[in-house]
């Protein structure tokens, strides 16, 4: 049983082979890109043209490699969506989250929702990237293609649109638009209503472990591949991240480490309290009829800036020297708060990491391991705040911390927040959104049986390594001393 996963992230994008045999599932990466933002006049788009010819490039490859697949998948990043008009056409290459386009839109939207009313309807972290705002800030423009859409498709359905001719939202990527009732789970009136924003363009609702459609017959015929099918999945792709964790029982979170970081626990049901509010956790669809209630931190952006201007000056900065060099500097000397907005998108992330330093009266990190053991300590420690807010939100007890992602083959980050945590820390799913994708794919094909068949494979699959806490009392003394900058 082969399945292609194919996994766009906001910067790369993978195509990867998953076949379950003998009750353990396996996998082949056969396609690699990258997949950056383009900036064109005043606009940050993504090139949904190169995006799609490397899917289909993705998939003759596997065919090419002798894979006879039964099934594709698409998971990508939240919020951004592509329209389509009457005919069928893409109107224009979808607008990056990070384009300036959305600024003021928040403010502007509190004029006839406030944000408490919107959060007790969706759940979701007021983000200024969120759907809700990118189609506020096209109304107020008055953008024409508002005028000619006909549908609005969020990356990942419209890719299958073009995969399939399918024009459907799956749910977990749907949920992160800031446009869904967390409660119904369909789209909010309310909030479509009071920003006066076009609800005809949204589209039915789809869950996951469900067929979308057959792969089209010119698309089949370019790459080879039969006329196979096209599942939905998690498409948003933390949902596929969490959906692969083979955990029982409500004592343990997750944490997906990455450019960005997603802390927190699945629930039967959105925490809609004032409480979540204030602390910035959202409530994203999840598999299986969950809810990810969780919070988006700035994680490993920090250190992937730093190495981007460590690189392009032509200085070493491979891992294995960096992490050497880190554990020679001197522990706690300077914390960062990576959700401050001096972090966002600075022109050098070095410079912004020592100015915080100088302005918040701590010794200023100056060679690499200091700045590296900066940024992972600061992480460490922003998660305990965290992790303490979320407890407090839901009322768990919890005893263990699943770490998934590309972060989480980061030794001494782990540690570290084994440390800060006071908490066991389980890693070994590394490629957790693939397998979460090829998992769903092989229910929605019948071929096993539910999620928990499917997290025997993933155990029978992957060795997990566990990091146990040590130090602790240091880690402890120096949060107290550098809670004032989290708060």
């Not at 939100?393 to 263990?400: C, I, M, Q, V, W």
Request: hydrophobic fraction near 40%; glycine fraction near 8%; proline fraction near 3%.
């Amino acid at each position: 049983m082969a399945y292609l996963a194919l996994d766009l992230g906001a910067g790369s994008g993978r195509a990867i082979v998953g076949f379950i045999e003998n009750g353990k599932v396996r996998l082949d990466e056969v396609h690699r890109f990258s997949n950056p933002p383009i900036q064109l006049g005043d606009t940050l788009y993504w090139d949904f043209l190169s995006l799609f010819s490397n899917i289909k490039e993705g998939i003759r490859l596997a065919v090419k490699k002798g894979y006879s697949l039964k099934g594709i998948a698409i998971d990508t990043w939240g919020v951004d969506f592509g329209l389509i008009d009457k005919s069928g056409h893409l109107l224009s290459n979808p607008v990056c989250y990070r384009d300036r386009r959305t600024e003021g839109m928040s403010a502007m939207a509190s004029i006839s929702i406030s944000v408490e009313e919107l959060y007790a309807i969706t759940g979701i972290q007021q983000m200024e990237i969120n759907t809700v705002f990118q189609l506020l800030s096209l109304k107020q423009k008055e953008d024409p293609v508002l005028s000619i859409a006909d549908k609005l498709l969020f990356t990942p359905d419209l890719i299958n649109y073009f995969l399939t001719g399918v024009a459907c939202n799956e749910y977990t990527i749907a949920s992160t638009s800031q446009l869904l009732d967390a409660q119904t789970r369909h789209w909010s009136k309310v909030v479509f209503d009071k920003l006066q924003l076009p609800y005809p363009l949204m589209q039915n609702i789809i869950y996951p472990c469900n067929l979308i459609g057959k792969l089209k017959n010119e698309i089949a015929e370019e790459t080879g591949a039969d006329n196979i099918n096209v599942f939905s999945v998690g498409s948003h792709d933390t949902a596929s991240a969490i959906a692969a964790i083979p955990a029982n029982g409500k004592d343990w979170a997750f944490l997906s480490s990455g450019t960005w970081s997603l802390l927190g626990v699945t629930t039967d049901k959105p925490v809609l309290t004032e409480e979540a509010r204030k602390n910035d956790f959202t409530n994203e669809g999840g598999v299986d009829d969950k809810i990810l209630f969780m919070r988006n931190i700035t994680g490993l952006w920090l250190l992937q800036r730093l190495i981007d201007e460590w690189e392009k000056a032509g200085e070493e900065c491979g891992y294995d020297h960096l992490f050497c060099e880190c554990g020679k500097a001197a522990s706690f000397r300077s914390i960062v708060d990576s959700d401050n907005p001096a972090f966002t998108h600075p022109a050098s992330m070095e410079k912004a990491i020592q100015e915080y330093c100088q302005h918040t009266n701590q010794p200023i990190p100056v060679s690499k391991g200091e700045l590296v053991r900066c940024v992972l300590e600061s992480l460490a420690i922003k998660y305990y705040f965290v992790m303490a807010k979320l407890q407090e939100s839901t009322g768990l007890e919890l005893k263990y911390i699943f770490v998934v992602g590309g972060g989480s083959r980061n030794e001494l980050l782990n540690q570290y927040i084994a440390d800060a945590l006071d908490m066991e820390v389980v890693t070994g799913l590394t490629e957790a959104t693939a397998v979460g994708n090829i998992i769903q794919q092989a229910i929605a094909d019948k071929q096993i049986q539910n999620l928990e068949e499917g997290h025997n494979i993933v155990k029978n699959s992957f060795e997990q390594k566990i990091y146990y806490p040590g130090n602790t009392k240091r880690w402890a003394d120096t949060i107290v001393k550098v809670k004032h900058l989290f708060q």
